[in-house]
């Protein structure tokens, strides 16, 4: 058998080799590395894809995040909601503008921020809600919205893990995730749902105000050249890397449906073991499973993952470490409601392979060792 990966990003080429070189090729001719049409005409299509008005590429995710916020004219110590159990990134953003990450603890079942809890945490300084789509699959969007609206915040998608996926209002509208909320951002990270062969990312808005802002501050402040109307910075797609995306973007879908097939072969096999909870989803959201997370039970995690790494299978911790017990944030966040569940899940979560070229070879391995982790 294969090696396994988290991740197989080689297997998953070789079978769009030919057209990704190609495109990589005619850029390199065309040596319009930078700012060249590829890029224009990905965000097009990305925005076409997502049905929403603006799609403007950048550097990573990380930076369509700091981007975004700078965008919104906020003020030092302006306080900004966020779930504790996230990558660092979510974070990072808002303490490196001086603004207050204020977190709030997860639903237990989902990963995703707990909806309870983010009225609990306004104060009169909260200006935005950042709420990240977690493994693939959606934050509660409509409540959030509507507690946005009510206290007049503004809500911030990080939707790094769940390009693709849905979410379904209560009136049964279905809307992509990245469209919901005033803006919201990505990360085409090569191991992302939607990723390129370096860094890259994007922010989206129907906001036309808003676009324009983001569009001036990722390119140094400037609509006109050399003519600069606020503080930006430099933050640009590659085209190379619009290349690639232009390309990956045409199977998004696929690759969506085949995680969640391999979800599915996972779940049913793994559903009726007593030491491990399986991914739930809520009834608002398909998930398009960035990540396949289990919960490993009675102090478990530690033996399988070390069980499963002696039969060559990797396995990985999203997160061991909530951003309050960071160094780097526990004196400057805020964390006014408990945690509770975010300290558990720090605990319990193990994430195994998911990828687009799950076989079920691979899959029919990986579950078995689960299985017998005992023995
Ligand atoms: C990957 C990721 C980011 C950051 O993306 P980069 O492109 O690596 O900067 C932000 N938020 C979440 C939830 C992520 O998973």
Do not use: W
């Amino acid at each position: 058998m294969k090696n396994i990966m988290m991740v197989d990003l080689k297997t998953q080429y070789d079978k769009i080799k030919t057209e990704i070189d190609a495109q990589i090729h005619e850029v390199i001719d065309s040596t319009n590395f930078i700012n060249g049409r590829k890029v224009d005409i990905f965000a097009d299509n990305l925005a076409k894809y997502l049905k929403v008005k603006h799609a403007i590429p950048c550097a990573n995710g990380t930076d369509a995040l700091q981007i975004a916020l700078m965008s919104l004219d906020l003020k030092p110590y302006d306080e900004v909601i966020l779930p504790a159990f996230t990558y660092v990134a979510t974070a990072e953003a808002v303490a490196l503008l001086k603004l207050t990450p204020v977190l709030v603890d997860v639903d237990y079942k989902t990963f995703n921020i707990k909806v309870q809890d983010i009225e609990k945490a306004i104060t009169d300084k909260t200006r935005a809600i950042v709420p990240v789509h977690l493994f693939g699959q959606a934050a509660d969007m409509e409540k959030i919205m509507l507690i946005a609206n009510k206290h007049k915040l503004y809500v911030i998608e990080d939707n790094a893990q769940a390009i693709g996926a849905n979410y379904t209002f209560e009136d049964d509208t279905i809307k992509k995730l990245g469209t919901i909320g005033h803006i919201a951002c990505t990360s085409f990270f090569p191991s992302k749902n939607l990723g390129c062969f370096g860094d890259g990312g994007a922010i989206f808005t129907n906001n036309d105000i808003l676009a324009k802002n983001i569009k001036m501050i990722a390119n140094h402040g400037q609509a006109e050249k050399y003519y600069h109307q606020i503080i930006g910075c430099n933050s640009r797609l590659d085209t190379i890397q619009a290349a690639v995306l232009n390309v990956k973007l045409k199977y998004l879908d696929y690759y969506c449906e085949a995680r969640q097939r391999a979800a599915e072969y996972y779940n049913k096999n793994l559903k009726d073991l007593e030491h491990i909870e399986i991914p739930y989803k809520a009834a608002f959201t398909n998930h398009v499973f960035h990540q396949y997370t289990l919960k490993v039970k009675y102090g478990l995690r530690e033996f399988l993952k070390n069980h499963l790494k002696i039969h060559n299978i990797p396995s990985m911790i999203y997160y061991p470490l909530p951003l309050n017990k960071q160094n780097a944030f526990k004196d400057i966040a805020k964390t006014p409601t408990s945690l509770e569940n975010t300290h558990l899940l720090c605990d319990e979560v193990l994430s195994i392979p998911m990828h687009t070229e799950m076989t079920t070879e691979i899959q029919d391995f990986i579950i078995d060792k689960i299985k017998n982790f005992n023995n």
